[in-house]
């Protein structure tokens, strides 16, 4: 805090990149969001990674902080009338313990599902788990992270051993000399990262981005690479070859640092050149173009985010990639390597503490032994008592109302955010009971029979790991508005209610002191961060274990595998991979792809960013961009009607013509509820290793519409 004029510090609560802002009091003028206290959004210069930029999400972030904008009384349907009617607090925490606790009598623990989110702070993740696995002893949690970043912690782990977003300080992409950026519209999802490229291209280094539209990032390119949705597999392959063929691998770092070269050298050798420009559609002198910037620069990089991950051979796509970087020697080096740009705010803390369905905090493995031995110790529970993994996210949302019955829902919005959406919706419609604690009325709040109105951000203390690996503090800023409570205060209460008094603190402090417990001695060791060290050092990059006095505070670890992969032997993993086409290709029925993807003013299932005037303002509304090509064959003009088809359903949005989308396919924003809802088309097939749905490639039919 800044005593001269009460500023608060503390950090946006939207993207992964997790900007510093201020947080100054002001007094709300009154009007029909409500007046009193509020805060005003400031510049933080001193932070390192946005030094002071926002987006306009960030900048606009205070305004859902008004008590007019947002739930300020639990709600609970009524069963006479069918609606939601105000409560009060016993009543309705009463009756979420007596749901969760009814299914689980009737049809056994499983039958009881916890959704979280990738938004919630680590010390909600981590209380969630333990709520879940200790309190109802269901096996069934998992999180809308798992539609986030989950192929790119799957491969990560295979080939290093250990998944972090990023390996090292976003500040390297800057000074590195070639970075190719897969599938990462940044320059819209994150604008202040977007200046990390510019300062790379200001030194010299060389840019790829690799998307099948012409965005607001690959404008900024040295080269664009735009590959047919779902083929940046075998564009990595088709790279990998020409590595290969020119002469480009580093012998000796692959002799060195890993295993299984032979057979993935292999692989990428059956990816010839002219063929993968027959699948990808990006010509072969723009393929030896790509090696040559890659290989020729002394350091190089490649970053992948949503467009190769969510597919459902997303681990192998980047896989791909990944072995591309350790046969030019391109990884655990200073300046090189692979990273993942995590989407969500506490994308990569929120599956780090014990809310994904096969995980302890600290990345501890479920099914091992000494982790559950471990952590069943600090939770002062039987080891064996801990369910075993359960569903992935998508298999979970989809046995709703099946082998599930009663769900609580934290912090995700699945309505409008899974695949397949609307068949996602019915599910939820059959639970025989919903519970969501949220900050809005979303669009799945909507549906539930309890929903319970929690704190934001600004209003309570908590630690977020951003893409980095750096573990921030979000300070408390103001109070809650009176009627609402902290999800930690809302578990306490539940727990209680079912049995379990002690071992649910709300002070956040006290909880992120037992995740370091928990964390200590796993992958992502917390054991020697500190509210007080983060605070200190404007945050801590983990691991950071906790050390004996006499050897002083370890420094937290800011750049990973420069000596050894976290392999058993130190060494990383080849993971021979091929190209197979996508769950659904094009036919005659569906003749065209379909990809989806964000805008610049929305963020996520949009169930904030619509509530927030200017954001709604900029981006009101869904819409359908295809090719000037298409739109012709099609008889479509910009701004009418298009009606988009898949096996799954049906969406409806205003055309937008452009020449900076490939002429195969069309793409739609996934922000919005109703007719325009995007993701009512997409499909979940699901990668068999991360369990992630194929966000990213379905095929569809467009046609003019007549009505929405
Ligand atoms: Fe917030 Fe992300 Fe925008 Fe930064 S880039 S202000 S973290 S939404």
Not at 133 to 158: E, K
Not at 304 to 331: H, M, S, Y
Not at 618 to 643: K, N, S, Y
Not at 646 to 675: E, L, N, Y
Request: hydrophobic content about 40%; glycine content about 10%; overall charge neutral.
């Amino acid at each position: 805090m800044n005593a001269a004029n009460a500023t608060v510090d503390t950090h946006c609560p939207y993207c992964a990149l997790q900007c510093g802002m201020g947080l100054r009091p002001v007094e709300r003028a009154s009007g029909a969001s409500g007046d009193g206290p509020g805060v005003t959004v400031v510049e933080r210069t001193a932070f390192p990674v946005n030094r002071g930029a926002l987006c306009g999400k960030g900048r606009t972030a205070a305004e859902l902080l008004a008590p007019g904008a947002r739930l300020t009384s639990p709600l609970v349907r009524d069963p006479a009338t069918g609606e939601l009617a105000p409560a009060t607090w016993d009543e309705a925490l009463d009756r979420v313990a007596d749901g969760l606790r009814r299914a689980g009598a009737e049809h056994g623990r499983d039958a009881v599902g916890v959704f979280g989110g990738g938004g919630l702070t680590n010390e909600k993740a981590y209380t969630l788990g333990k709520f879940a696995r200790v309190v109802l002893g269901t096996s069934q949690i998992d999180y809308n992270g798992r539609f986030c970043m989950s192929s790119a912690a799957a491969a990560h782990a295979r080939a290093f051993g250990l998944d972090r977003g990023l390996p090292f300080p976003l500040a390297d992409v800057a000074r590195t000399g070639c970075v190719i950026l897969v599938g990462s519209n940044l320059a819209e999802t994150m604008p202040p990262a977007l200046r990390y490229l510019t300062e790379l291209r200001e030194n010299g280094g060389r840019l790829i981005v690799v998307d099948p539209r012409r965005t607001r990032t690959a404008e900024q390119a040295d080269l664009h690479l735009a590959p047919r949705p779902g083929t940046d597999l075998a564009l990595a392959l088709g790279l990998l070859h020409l590595v290969v063929a020119e002469g480009r691998t580093d012998e000796e770092f692959i002799a060195a640092r890993t295993d299984g070269w032979e057979k993935a050298r292999a692989a990428a050798m059956a990816h010839w050149p002219e063929m993968v420009e027959r699948i990808t559609g990006i010509p072969v002198p723009d393929l030896r173009a790509a090696v040559g910037m890659f290989c020729g620069a002394e350091s190089s990089m490649v970053l992948t985010a949503r467009g190769p991950e969510q597919q459902a051979k997303g681990t192998d796509t980047v896989g791909a990639w990944i072995n591309l970087c350790l046969a030019t020697g391109r990884a655990g080096r200073e300046l090189s390597g692979y990273g993942c740009l995590t989407g969500q705010g506490n994308g990569q803390g929120g599956r780090e503490h014990g809310q994904k369905a096969d995980q302890l905090p600290g990345y501890r493995k479920l099914d091992d032994p000494a982790a559950r031995r471990h952590v069943a110790q600090v939770w002062d529970v039987d080891p064996d008592a801990l369910p075993g993994p359960g569903r992935s996210a998508y298999e979970l949302l989809d046995a709703l109302g099946g082998e599930i019955r009663a769900l609580l829902l934290m912090g995700s919005n699945p309505v409008v955010s899974a695949p397949r959406a609307a068949h996602v919706e019915d599910r939820i419609r059959s639970l025989g009971f919903l519970a969501v604690a949220d900050v809005v009325l979303s669009e799945t709040a909507a549906l539930a029979d309890v929903v319970l109105p929690v704190a934001q951000w600004a209003e309570e203390t908590g630690t977020t790991t951003n893409l980095e690996g750096r573990v921030l503090l979000r300070r408390r800023a103001l109070d809650p508005p009176p009627g609402v409570r902290t999800d930690l205060e809302v578990l306490g209460a539940l727990a209680a209610r079912l049995g379990r008094e002690k071992g649910f603190p709300a002070d956040p402090e006290e909880v992120f002191d037992e995740l370091r417990r928990a964390s200590a001695g796993g992958p992502a060791d917390y054991s020697g961060i500190t509210y007080r060290r983060i605070a200190a050092e404007d945050g801590v990059f983990w691991p950071c274990p906790e050390q004996p006095e006499e050897a002083g505070a370890h420094p937290g670890t800011p750049r990973l595998f420069l000596e050894r992969f976290a392999t058993p032997d130190g060494r990383a993993r080849f993971v021979p991979v091929v190209h197979r086409p996508a769950a659904e290709e094009p036919d005659e029925a569906y003749p065209v792809l379909l990809t989806t993807g964000r805008v610049l003013a929305q963020y996520q299932s949009g169930a904030q960013t619509r509530r927030v005037a200017e954001l709604n303002a900029a981006a009101p509304g869904p819409f359908v961009e295809l090719h000037p090509q298409l739109a012709a064959r099609l008889g479509i003009a910009d701004g009418e009607l298009v009606a988009v088809e898949s096996r799954r359903g049906r969406a409806a949005a205003p055309a937008r013509v452009t020449a900076a989308i490939r002429p195969d396919t069309v793409f739609m924003p996934f922000h919005w509820p109703g007719p325009g809802r995007a993701n009512t088309l997409t499909n979940p097939a699901l990668d068999p290793t991360s369990r992630m749905p194929e966000f990213k490639v379905c095929a569809v039919r467009v046609e003019r519409a007549q009505q929405v």
